[in-house]
């Protein structure tokens, strides 16, 4: 679904209306059907903690300490200002649909992307301020926040007594994702498809996704851990929030603020791909 969705958007140029409601309502319906499978009961305060402090050094520590340095290491200061923005912002909220279908711990990807959203309220300010000069408003993050969890998590708790839920949810959470990446990548095409300018940031790009994807892996199979620690702390550790981080950069800087979030989503579409097989790969 995922690689139609990347062609089609591609080939056709996505929705001409409403893409971005379009694909904010296509990650949120993801997001409330993964969320029907997760029961709080039996809910282990100190396995939570656990897994949110290894989703916070994946993403906050590890992803984001080297998205500032590809900042400092690039010489355009509006593209600069695009990846510090890309490294103040949370996990993507797809790592919990992406969880469900990787068959990890959803309920702990939950909570962990739930607490790092909270935490995102000072972070993101903060980290703008400190590295750019500007701080994004708190309200923005906090609304981000409520419409892509809050809202999913009120929902689901209604439908996890609906009995057909369990049947049509895989379905259901594919075709939102080839609906939410035909509409990105279809109205990102522009961009996606100016070679040169795309081609100034592939190499950051490949790093930022394939490179620490695949050395968190690599370290994981080193340590031993289990198919459910390795899938969280992948998908934290290489994705970020790139609809916010390109949203809020054309927002407080200007509209090249935003490239970078664009370019690095094609390669996380890309690595989204792969992801799949190389944890295949792994378990054998």
């Known amino acids: 679904m995922i690689v139609a969705g990347l062609l089609v958007g591609l080939a056709t140029g996505g929705s001409p209306w409403f ?11 993801a997001m409330t059907l993964a969320l029907t499978e997760i029961r709080f009961s039996g809910l282990s305060p100190r396995q939570e903690s656990r897994a949110f402090a290894h989703a916070f050094l994946w993403n906050y520590v590890v992803l984001s300490g080297l998205v500032l340095v590809i900042a400092y290491a690039t010489a355009d200061p509006d593209f600069r200002a695009g990846w510090v923005m890309m490294a103040a912002v949370p996990s993507a909220i797809a790592v919990v649909p992406l969880t469900s279908v990787l068959r990890g711990n959803v309920r702990s990807a939950l909570i962990s992307t739930a607490l790092l959203y909270i935490a995102s309220l000072a972070l993101v300010p903060a980290i703008t301020l400190v590295f750019v000069g500007r701080a ?11 419409l892509q969890i809050g809202l999913p998590l009120a929902v689901s708790r209604a439908l996890v007594r ?3 839920v369990e049947r049509w949810r895989p379905t259901a959470v594919n075709l939102s994702f080839f609906a939410f990446v035909t509409v990105i990548v279809g109205a990102n095409r522009g961009v996606l498809t100016d070679l ?15 490179g620490i994807g695949l050395a968190i892996i690599g370290l994981a199979r080193i340590l031993r851990r289990g198919a459910d620690e390795t899938v969280a702390w992948t998908l934290f550790g290489s994705f970020k929030n790139l609809g916010l981080t ?8 200007n509209e090249r603020a935003a490239v970078p ?9 890309v690595w989204l791909v792969a992801l799949q097989r190389v944890l295949r790969l792994r378990a054998s």
Do not use: C, W
């Not at 893409?19 to 319906?29: F, G, K, P, Q, W």
């Open 19 to 29: 893409a971005r409601e379009i694909a904010t309502a296509s990650l949120v319906l």
């Open 136 to 146: 994004v408003p708190p309200a923005a993050v906090a609304f981000n926040t409520a």
């Open 162 to 164: 609906a009995p057909k």
């Open 196 to 210: 040169s300018l795309v081609a100034s940031l592939t190499a950051a790009s490949l790093i930022r996704t394939f």
């Open 246 to 253: 390109a949203l809020l950069a054309f927002s407080l800087f």
């Open 261 to 269: 979030g664009l370019v690095a989503l094609f390669f996380e579409i």
